[in-house]
T-cell receptor, first 113, second 115 residues
Framework: DQQVKQNSPSLSVQEGRISILNCDYT??????FLWYKKYPAEGPTFLIS?????DKNEDGRFTVFLNKSAKHLSLHIVPSQPGDSAVYFC????????????FGTGTKLQVIP | EAGVAQSPRYKIIEKRQSVAFWCNPI?????LYWYQQILGQGPKLLIQ????????DSQLPKDRFSAERLKGVDSTLKIQPAKLEDSAVYLC?????????????FGPGTRLTVL
């Protein structure tokens, strides 16, 4: 049962344009969402997060939007840079103090110079 | 601040052999996680420790996988005996363990190939 879904395995974007990565979830208990970025041969690194009490969180070029009614979140990268080329994982957790996190399958972003 | 350390980085074994992975989390982090990432999939939680106690091991194949966290710091994950389907990257992560602070810090992973 895939509770966190990233339906686009890959995405190509021109440098300077906007990258939009999408994520859907099915578990209504999820209330904290994270995006991780992963380069080859490295572990994932935290990028940005959002709590369910918000619908938007911004950090520099990265913005995450949360639509709770649709159980959907998206990551916007503006402007996209070649160094952003990586696999992006959406992740979700349910508050309970134990922080169990469920990851999606990832979207491979390629930013073309 | 030193990151999460894992060793070895790569391991090739034959099926039915045993293998062990080691993880040293970030100093002071109470929570430690082991994930299995099969090619083309997202990381799947195998086991989560809070200090030296197990919080969640519901997805750990306990007939062949075992893990321990010595004195609430370092951790080892063992597979005995290995199967072909265990070929994956094994990621260790740690977090401060405070409520609401869900960011996890990952190590570089151990790539296991079972032949």
């Amino acid at each position: 049962d895939q509770q966190v879904k990233q339906n686009s395995p890959s995405l190509s974007v021109q440098e300077g344009r906007i990258s939009i990565l999408n994520c859907d979830y099915t578990n209504s208990m999820f209330d904290y969402f994270l995006w991780y970025k992963k380069y080859p041969a490295e572990g994932p690194t935290f990028l940005i997060s959002i709590s369910s009490i918000k619908d938007k969180n911004e950090d520099g070029r990265f913005t995450v939007f949360l639509n709770k009614s649709a159980k959907h979140l998206s990551l916007h990268i503006v402007p996209s840079q070649p160094g952003d080329s990586a696999v992006y994982f959406c992740a979700a957790s349910a508050y309970g103090g134990y922080q169990k996190v469920t990851f999606g399958t990832g979207t491979k972003l390629q930013v073309i110079p | 601040e030193a990151g999460v350390a894992q060793s070895p980085r790569y391991k090739i074994i034959e099926k039915r052999q045993s293998v062990a992975f080691w993880c040293n989390p970030i100093s002071g982090h109470a929570t430690l996680y082991w994930y299995q990432q099969i090619l083309g999939q997202g990381p799947k939680l195998l086991i989560q420790f809070q200090n030296n106690g197990v919080v969640d091991d519901s997805q750990l194949p306990k007939d062949r996988f075992s893990a321990e966290r010595l004195k609430g710091v370092d951790s080892t994950l063992k597979i005995q005996p290995a199967k072909l389907e265990d070929s994956a990257v094994y990621l260790c992560a740690s977090s401060p363990g405070l409520a609401g602070e869900n960011e996890q810090f990952f190590g570089p992973g151990t790539r296991l190939t079972v032949l």
